[in-house]
């Protein structure tokens, strides 16, 4: 992170200007999800990457959503990470790329939020035709653009920290 703070600020945005983000700017959250751990540095994850209004409308409505709003707060970037499903790594690397680019998206002035819909749906169909290679299974989904709303301030619960010495 460039500031410690930087980690602490981030909070999940839920409205999106329509703007497009630069390919600079998501090749970059990008990296910082190919940059994170894996389990024996395996690196199985795949990021599909699906941008523009028009598009994620129709993404939405293949799995049943109305549109992009109803799907990812009306983000103009919507980014798939999948895994070879066979892979016993697959649901902690993909959280962590995820977590990583969520970082990443905060330290850039973008906003993002974990979308945890595709990834739940029973019998998925393919999204090859997204560029989720076939075989593989999409573990989280990640909604991304420039952020409209107030980050609210974030309510912390207690007594979740034991330190034993
Ligand atoms: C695994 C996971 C799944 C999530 N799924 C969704 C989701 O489907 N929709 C949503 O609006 N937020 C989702 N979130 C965001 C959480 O609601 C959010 O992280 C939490 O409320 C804490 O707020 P903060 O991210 O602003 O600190 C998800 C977060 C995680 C880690």
Redesign the pocket.
């Known amino acids: 992170m460039s500031s410690y703070s930087d980690l602490l600020s ?5 409205k999106y200007e329509e703007r497009m983000v630069s390919d600079d700017l998501i090749g970059k959250v990008l990296d910082a999800g190919l940059h994170a751990p894996s389990g024996m540095n395996t690196q199985g994850w795949h990021f599909s990457v699906v941008k523009g209004r028009k598009k994620i409308d129709e993404l939405a409505s293949y799995v049943g959503k109305a549109d992009a709003q109803a799907l990812c ?1 009306g983000a103009p970037v919507f980014i798939m990470v999948s895994y070879d499903q066979s892979s016993k790594f697959a649901p902690f690397d993909t ?1 962590v790329a ?2 990583q680019m ?1 970082n990443a998206a905060h330290m850039l002035g973008l906003g993002s ?5 595709i990834n739940l749906m029973e019998n998925a169909p393919s999204f090859s035709a997204y560029g989720v290679p076939e075989g593989y299974k999409v573990y ?1 989904s990640l909604a991304l653009g420039y952020p409209l709303d107030e ?2 301030a ?1 309510v912390m619960k207690e007594n979740l920290v034991t330190i034993i010495e």
């Open positions: 981030r909070r999940s945005r839920r707060y959280s995820l977590m969520m939020v974990w979308i945890n819909y989280g980050p609210k974030r």
